[in-house]
């Protein structure tokens, strides 16, 4: 605003100046601004107020366009572009009509369509209607995401779709104090990543192996399919077991460890979580420290793949249902925390 009251005022002072004066001042003031033009940078920076003054003196006077020197007329055309779409914007801002849809409308949308590569718009509006949201099915078809005219299940889901029918076994060896050594027979299903069965002896066999199976599973709950390693111990009478049961043996290719992953995760953990702090005693020790990890892990451990949720479903406690109480496990090794009323 100063400087378009100083450019006012210089105009008003030039009225009562001679002709003469006048043209010597505007010979020099273009000298000097040719002399800035050849030592000045090639793009000028300019102003928005100083755009505003020189589009008010090109409207006011058009034949002065002759005079502009350190700008090029297509820099005036697109400061006249940006202002018209400034312009638009503002007269197009959105007053009524419509009310938009929120963020958390299209994120859900989103969503459903990537968790859902099967559904199309209409079943997924239904899922909105059943969640209470007011959108139209128009709405839910603009705001998923593209995607391929036929898709496909990827390895994840394909995997997934069959977790409920397997499991895995292996074996751990665990040192006592007077260095013996004990087995450890764990069961693991795949569909929730629950410990099945843990069992424990100092000379494991195929007969003891296949007992094991049996009191692991009952027999009209079985799993299709059981993975196993290639060791010595799953013998012929262990797979008799498993073809009486209706199992089918899975054994993975001789030192691929990496096949047999879940069951070997669940080693790890029961390793760096409870074996790795105690010493072992003997037999009738280790299995009472299995037993009371064994509810740890099923009933109170959270887990990743499980979207931090134990292999038996634990509830949630609301948050105003009392104070938070530390409940000891595994000997106090572990806590698990719950809400207590007051």
Request: hydrophobic share 40%.
């Amino acid at each position: 605003m100063f400087i378009i009251f100083k450019i006012i005022t210089i105009q008003i002072s030039l009225v009562f100046r001679s002709w003469l004066a006048l043209q010597a001042e505007n010979a020099l003031l273009r000298h000097q601004i040719d002399i800035l033009r050849r030592r000045a940078p090639e793009r000028v920076r300019i102003s928005r107020a100083d755009r505003t003054v020189i589009k008010l003196f090109l409207r006011l006077w058009p034949q002065s366009v002759r005079l502009i020197s350190i700008i090029h007329p297509k820099t005036v055309v697109r400061w006249h572009r940006e202002g018209f779409r400034l312009y638009w914007r503002w007269k197009s801002r959105n007053r009524n009509g419509r009310p938009r849809i929120s963020s958390e409308i299209r994120v859900l949308v989103r969503r459903m369509s990537a968790d859902n590569p099967l559904w199309g718009a209409p079943r997924i509006h239904g899922e909105m209607l059943k969640l209470g949201f007011n959108v139209s099915q128009a709405t839910v078809s603009r705001y998923m995401p593209k995607r391929p005219p036929n898709p496909d299940q990827t390895w994840k889901t394909f995997l997934r779709n069959h977790m409920d029918c397997m499991a895995a076994i292996d074996f751990l060896v665990v040192p006592t104090l007077t260095f013996r050594i004990l087995y450890i027979l764990l069961i693991l299903s795949h569909q929730r990543r629950a410990l099945v069965h843990l069992a424990v002896t100092t000379n494991p066999t195929a007969d003891w192996t296949a007992h094991q199976i049996t009191e692991a599973f009952p027999w009209d709950g079985a799993p299709r399919y059981i993975i196993r390693d290639n060791d010595r111990t799953y013998g012929q009478t262990y797979l008799r077991r498993l073809k009486a049961m209706g199992i089918q043996d899975c054994p993975t290719a001789p030192r691929s460890p990496w096949q047999n992953g879940f069951v070997e995760r669940v080693i790890g953990s029961l390793r760096r979580e409870c074996l790795d702090y105690i010493i072992i005693k003997n037999e009738k020790h280790l299995r009472r420290v299995l037993k009371s990890y064994m509810a740890y892990y099923n009933r109170s451990r959270t887990h990743m793949s499980l979207n931090k949720d134990p292999p038996v479903p634990r509830p949630v406690s609301p948050a105003s249902s009392g104070h938070v109480t530390a409940i000891p496990e595994v000997s106090g090794l572990h806590h698990r925390y719950d809400r207590i009323a007051a």
